[in-house]
């Protein structure tokens, strides 16, 4: 029922910016904490970005001060603005509603998107 889908990947160099959307279906898009993976080949699947329904964000240490969660409750969209892009930022990039309440635990109920592709060449 719930369907999620990415925009907005692409190819960049080094340095350059891109802003990730979200477009949630769900009428109780509020109710969700949002928040962005990447997974790049050959590589274990990471939570980059999070963004609870009490506006408390947390991000992986290596896009911390270059990237940014936010959400449009009135366009039912998440965002993730992504600055000072390096290669090894290169993944593709997951969004991920999480219902309630956002969890650590492996086997909670989350739903995903499709993934866009970001690469960043040097």
């Known amino acids: 029922q719930v369907q999620l889908v990415e925009s907005g990947g692409g190819s960049v160099q080094s340095g350059g910016s891109l802003r990730l959307s979200c477009i949630v279906s769900?009428?109780?898009?509020?109710?969700?904490?949002m928040a962005w993976f990447r997974q790049a080949p050959g590589k274990e699947r990471e939570r980059v970005a999070t963004?609870?329904?009490?506006?408390?964000?947390s991000y992986t240490d290596s896009v911390k001060a270059r990237f940014t969660i936010s959400r449009d409750n009135a366009k039912n969209t998440a965002f993730l603005q992504m600055n000072s892009l390096k290669p090894e930022d290169t993944a593709m990039y997951y969004c991920?509603?999480?219902?309630?309440?956002?969890?650590?635990?492996?086997?909670?109920?989350?739903?995903w998107g499709q993934g866009t592709q970001v690469t960043v060449s040097s």
């Open positions: 991920v509603a999480e219902p309630w309440t956002c969890t650590m635990e492996p086997n909670a109920l989350r739903y």
């Open positions: 769900s009428p109780t898009f509020s109710t969700y904490c």
């Open positions: 963004l609870a329904t009490d506006g408390v964000t």
